[in-house]
Structure formats: C-alpha cells, structure tokens
C-alpha cells in the first residue's frame, strides 16, 4: 500500500513536497525535480525557504502558522523560485501532516505549474483590451464622421444627441473592458450617466441599492435607457431646474432586480406627444433584448420609471 | 485646390493646418471654453499624435476653432519623434496605439523634456503601463468640450 502511494506520487507531475514544522523539506517527488529543477539530495533537510523568491519571503511564516493551526492552504496562487533563479507560477496546496496520535507534526506541499495557464490569461487580457480598444475607437470614429459630415451645417440638438448616445455607449464600454467583460457594476454605469449633471452640494441626485452587476449585454442596453433617462431629466425635468432631485433605487424581487427612477422637485410634468428614440429604447428596445418589464408613468410631479431587469441578466457577485 | 480637411503631417515636412472654413461649426457655444488670445505669436501650439485620418481631422478642427495651432498630426511615432526634435511647441495630445505601434518612448521624451501631455485612447488605465497610469488619459471618444478644458489645463503654468 505505503508502495503504491509512494508510485503515485512519484509519477504525479505536481511537485509534492513535505516539510517538517520548522519548514524544512523532508520528501521530494519527481514533479518537484522537474518544476524546481532540484535533485531530492540537493534539497532534502534544506529549508523550504530556497523555493521562494527573496520577495515573497514573508509567506512562508504565515503559511506556518496556519499548518500549526491544523488549517489547510488551497490552491493558493505565488511564484517560486528554481534552482536557475528563474520563477514559474504555480498553485499551492498545503495541508498539515499527522502521526498516528493526531499530532501536527509537518505538512504536504503540492505544487501545480501553472505558467501555461498565467500565460492564456495574459493572451485573453491583451486580446480584449484590444478588442476594446478597437471597438471605442471605431465609435469614436463614428462620431468623427457624423461630424465631418454635418460639417460646415447649422448643428441640431439630434446632432448632438445622437453624439452623447454615441458616447455612452463608449463608456459602458470601457467599464465593460475595466471588469475583463465580466460585467458592470450597475452604481458605476448609473454614476456615469449623472455625473454631468450632478451639482456640487450632490444633493439633486441620490442613488441608493444593493450592489448589482449587470451582464455585458444587459449594460450595454441599459447604459442607452439609463442615458435616455438622464438627458430626458436635464432637458425637461427633474434636472432642468435646480430644486429638482433625481432618485434612483433599486432592489432583488424574486423575478429580478427592480430599478426605480424617481423624478421630484422639477416642473410640471405632461405626456409627452411624440414617441421619441427615448422611449423607443425604454418601451421597446429593453422589452426585446433583455426581456425587462418597463413602465413610464408621466406624474405631474415627475417622472417615474421602473425597469425590472430579469434575474438572467444579473451576474455572479450581485447580493 | 483648397483641401478641405487637414493633411496628416509627414516625416521631415511640418506644416500648419489650414483651419476647416468656418470650422465644423457644432461647437456649443455654452460648452465651447474660452477662445486662446488670437495674436498669431501668443497662440499656444499642440503637438497631434493620431494615426487615425478622421479622428484627427475632426481633433485639429476642434483645436484650431478654439484658438490653438496643430502640429500634426502624425500617425506614427518616428514621424512624432522627428518633429519633438526639431519643432516647439506648448504640449501634446497622444493616441496610445497607433497602428499596433505604442507610443510610450515618445511620452517618455516629453517627460524628460518637461513638456506636458495627456493619452486619449481607447486603452483603459489598467492596460497603461505602471509610469504612466497616474498620467492624464481621456477616454475614446472624447466629448470636445473636456479635451480642450483638459488641454488648458495642460498649459496652465504649475505653481
């Protein structure tokens, strides 16, 4: 049996390395002479310290206290040192060793090389960042052209919406690139919408809910009704007058997240007439690509909109 | 033949771009920043790093409307090189990426140069590299009101 599991480990290609308490090296396997590039008596009664880089000397107390404290180190992720002096990135698991009495008396080390895996990352970082910077850049271009274009015309204000649009769409974006495409954090793309027109005492707008991450897709869409909404309020709402206040909530109901944009304080508010791009993309638009419940209600008070954004569209890390 | 938008500059041959006639003429004039003195001499100069043809153009246009001189634009760093060796000029506008290539040895011969600049590109800060994070960045695209407050802000003399 002790043979058996000692073939295993020999023939494993992770370095499996145990120490004793006082972090000396009691047994070396094949992975570790391959990933460290150490012969077993090079380094057997050596302390383990000669694997780590002189600036990751401090790990090795903690991870020795917490083996003394019967406590278990997974997949922890460091840089180790070979005997050339070159570093390789590996995953560590450390788990306390006992004797037949239950007492701690060193611990097991496996070392997974991860260097192939640290480079795919790399890869897939530099490939979206460029992808996002292709992307911002070719928007930045469709405005350069709408410019160009009108060059030289007397400029409406659908010139200059149709720009700013433009523009949120870059930004949603770029927090889309910041997060690696995970998602955007629903504060942040909400923020940079209002951010132009926050006042400087910041009480003409008030977001309060719980932290929410929408997905690339959803933001994307949001970002556009979110901004519809903001520019809709500095032109002929809450935000056009100066006691007028913008409150923005949102909430988990079991269907999904319920967002609730509150206009107060602003002139009096009537129906509109015409059926703008506005709601378009708030009636229609969020209804088909994200399957939200939408409702605009023209109180004369203010607007007041809600937005229920379905559970789908919500990401990992939302509370 | 009058060409109608500004030509790129070229390696070893800078010139000053005729400003658009009339300009784009969409500037805002609530969002449009104080025009730069207008005496020829006190003009401030702009160094335009830009590979790409119609942002450029539009960036140039917008500087001169308010008041500035464009050197450049150049799309490569060389060309950029070339003329921060031979030319002067108050500060500098960056794209970060021009055609693959990064522009950094140019921004670090400005630093050493003391003179000012600030990235526009579509690379976030976390792809900048570590010197140069802190440094001033605008996000592509850039609403033209902010570039030219940020441009100023550029110039304005460090107390």
């Given at each position: 049996m002790a043979q058996r599991l000692a073939a295993i480990v020999d023939s494993s290609d992770d370095a499996i390395i145990s120490k004793d308490l006082n972090g000396n090296i009691a047994s070396w396997n094949n992975g570790a002479r391959r990933i460290f590039g150490y012969e077993a008596e090079e380094v057997?009664?050596?302390?383990?310290?000669?694997?780590?880089?002189p600036d990751r000397l401090d790990e090795e107390p903690g991870i020795l206290a917490r083996i003394r404290a019967g406590e278990r180190i997974d997949h922890y992720e460091t840089v180790r040192q070979r005997k050339d002096g070159s570093l390789v990135d590996i995953s560590l698991t450390v788990s306390p060793v006992r004797d037949d009495e239950g007492r701690i008396v060193g611990a097991s080390k496996i070392a997974r090389d991860i260097t192939n895996r640290k480079r795919m990352e790399k890869h897939r970082e530099l490939l979206m960042a460029e992808l996002s910077h292709r992307v911002k850049n070719t928007l930045a271009i469709v405005i350069s052209i709408e410019r160009l274009s009108f060059s030289g015309q007397q400029q409406t204000s659908a010139n200059r919406a149709f720009r700013a649009r433009i523009q949120a769409l870059a930004q949603a974006h770029g927090r889309l690139a910041e997060a690696q495409w995970t998602g955007v954090v629903l504060q942040h793309l909400v923020e940079d919408e209002l951010a132009p027109y926050q006042q400087k005492q910041e009480t003409n707008i008030g977001l309060t809910g719980p932290q929410a991450v929408l997905s690339p897709h959803c933001a994307l869409n949001m970002v556009l009704a979110i901004h519809e909404l903001a520019t809709n309020a500095a032109k002929?709402?809450?935000?056009?007058?100066?006691?007028g206040q913008v409150i923005v909530t949102w909430e988990r109901k079991n269907e999904g997240l319920l967002l609730e944009w509150r206009e107060e304080g602003g002139p009096a508010v009537s129906v509109p007439q015409r059926r703008g791009f506005g709601r378009l993309l708030l009636e229609q638009a969020l209804d088909q690509e994200l399957g939200s419940n939408v409702s605009m209600d023209f109180r004369p008070e203010g607007l007041r909109c809600t937005i229920l954004i379905p559970n789908q569209e919500l990401e990992a890390g939302s509370d | 033949m009058h060409h109608p938008y500004p030509q790129p500059g070229t390696r070893g041959r800078f010139r000053l771009i005729p400003p658009l006639a009339g300009g784009?003429?969409?500037?805002n004039p609530d969002d449009l920043v104080e025009r730069q003195n207008e005496q020829p001499d006190a003009r401030k100069r702009v160094l335009l790093v830009e590979d790409e043809f119609l942002l450029s153009a539009v960036l140039s246009a917008d500087l001169q409307e308010s008041g500035f001189d464009v050197l450049g634009p150049f799309a490569t760093v060389a060309a950029a090189m070339d003329a921060v060796q031979s030319e002067s000029f108050d500060c500098a506008i960056l794209d970060i990426n021009l055609r693959g290539e990064l522009v950094y040895p140019l921004a670090e011969e400005l630093a050493r140069q003391g003179i000012p600049f600030l990235f526009l590109s579509g690379y976030e800060a976390i792809n900048v590299p570590q010197s140069f994070r802190g440094h001033a960045r605008l996000a592509k695209p850039a609403d033209p009101a902010i570039l030219l407050r940020a441009v100023q802000t550029l110039l304005r003399p460090r107390s």
């Open positions: 057997i009664g050596k302390p383990v310290t000669i694997l780590i880089p002929h709402g809450a935000l056009s007058s100066p006691q | 784009l003429g969409d500037s």
